[in-house]
């Protein structure tokens, strides 16, 4: 197949925007493979980025590693460093028993641990943290609610609430709509895009193409290696599609709209 030239945001500042994450050279290794290869990019404020890519593409490596949670094996991961400047993680797994008796607002405090440390009683601030943060994101209601009775996109709400209640600036959500129907995924989208309005930075991962171009202003096409970055309208090109999705994808134009059909499924680690 022949190489697409990777489109890639410069790691300067962007219509006055500094970076506020930058990936280098990022290679991560899993079951003795590389999961990412030599991946580089920036992540400027403001931004509303997708991230897109077959199954085994290391989406969900990249943002765990971003994160912290694995180690590479090249590269690094650069926070701008400022104290106003904090990540939040929306994992694609909460690794939650959805049976234990809790509230929706214990659910969110959990997050904030780490801040008040174990065992200690938390303040009225923490309080109008938690129920600011599910204001946001349009669960105030349901806050004595418990965690168990909530529906699927619910839940997802509430953890991007614990996010935010973490004073969360640079948001990253794995496969958030996994398992929500499209309804619930469009109410989810204008959630994270007033948050974005608001100031927010959002990092997204998903399988849905037609969700990634038309809702986020620019998207990254990552197979294990970085194969574009950049407006949704460069990205969204046959031969770089082609490039990323292989013999899974077929295209044809027809003047100026591309149609683009993907046979993918969704995997636990993607």
Request: one cysteine or more; proline letters at 4%.
């Amino acid at each position: 197949m022949t190489e697409t030239p990777v489109l890639q945001f410069p790691t300067e500042a962007i219509e006055g925007r500094l970076p506020v994450l930058t990936v280098e050279g990022l290679t991560v290794f899993f079951n003795g493979a590389p999961a990412i290869e030599d991946v580089s990019f920036a992540l400027h404020a403001g931004d509303h980025v997708a991230i897109i890519g077959p199954n085994g593409a290391g989406k969900s490596t990249l943002m765990k590693t971003i994160m912290g949670l694995l180690q590479p094996q090249a590269g690094t991961v650069n926070l701008r460093k400022t104290d106003h400047l904090h990540l939040g993680y929306v994992p694609q797994h909460e690794g939650v028993d959805w049976k234990f008796p809790v509230t929706v607002r214990d659910v969110v405090m959990m997050g904030m641990v780490r801040q008040i440390g174990w065992l200690r009683h938390a303040g009225r601030s923490r309080w109008a943290a938690v129920d600011a943060a599910l204001e946001r994101v349009g669960m105030a209601d349901l806050g004595n609610r418990q965690i168990g009775d909530l529906s699927g996109g619910q839940r997802r709400r509430v953890f991007i609430a614990r996010a935010l209640a973490q004073q969360a600036n640079v948001l990253l959500l794995d496969e958030p709509f996994s398992g929500v129907d499209t309804g619930t995924q469009s109410s989810l989208m204008d959630t994270l895009d007033a948050l974005n309005r608001d100031g927010l930075t959002i990092l997204l991962s998903t399988h849905d193409l037609a969700l990634a171009f038309s809702r986020f202003r620019r998207v990254l096409a990552l197979n294990r290696r970085l194969i574009a970055y950049g407006t949704a309208a460069e990205v969204y090109q046959p031969a770089i599609l082609s490039q990323l999705y292989g013999g899974q994808l077929a295209t044809w134009q027809d003047g100026k709209q591309v149609m683009v059909f993907v046979d993918n499924h969704h995997c636990a680690d993607c």
